[in-house]
């Protein structure tokens, strides 16, 4: 008689799912967004939040498995990132100027309200989680 070999997965532990993550995310934007733009506590927030992400990442306690290869349609997406980040690069080191800002120069109107502020937060930290989680 043949046994049956039960397929396992590497399933997420319970506090990493989104149910949980979100949450957790959004909270720490609302502290983050409520933060005056580079203030001393500002700064030292957004370090802590990096850093307690970039620990988390190192250690490999949220690694999910990596896709086996990325798919075609990787090309379209990296092509216009690889474009803004030669315009933001050469911006930045050229010095931001009123005929060419950077990218930061121009968001610093939107950024000056707090709901605003605190939605770009979150979309910062769930970009950097999606990151720390490869």
């Not at 490999?60 to 990296?78: A, D, H, N, S």
């Not at 968001?107 to 769930?126: H, I, K, M, N, Q």
Request: a neutral charge.
């Amino acid at each position: 008689m043949e046994e049956l070999e039960l397929a396992t997965t590497d399933a997420p532990p319970h506090w990493d799912r989104a149910v949980v993550t979100l949450p957790v995310l959004g909270f720490l934007s609302l502290i983050g967004g409520q933060l005056p733009s580079y203030s001393t506590r500002a700064n030292v927030y957004t370090i802590c939040v990096g850093g307690a992400m970039l620990w988390l990442g190192l250690t490999g306690k949220v690694r999910r498995p990596l896709p086996g290869r990325l798919g075609p349609g990787t090309t379209w997406w990296l092509l216009p990132i690889g474009i803004f980040g030669v315009f933001e690069g050469s911006t930045f080191l050229l010095g931001s100027t009123p005929d060419f800002p950077t990218f930061s120069r121009l968001a610093d109107p939107l950024l000056e309200d707090e709901l605003l502020r605190t939605a770009g937060y979150f979309v910062w930290l769930s970009s950097f989680w999606a990151l720390v989680r490869r």
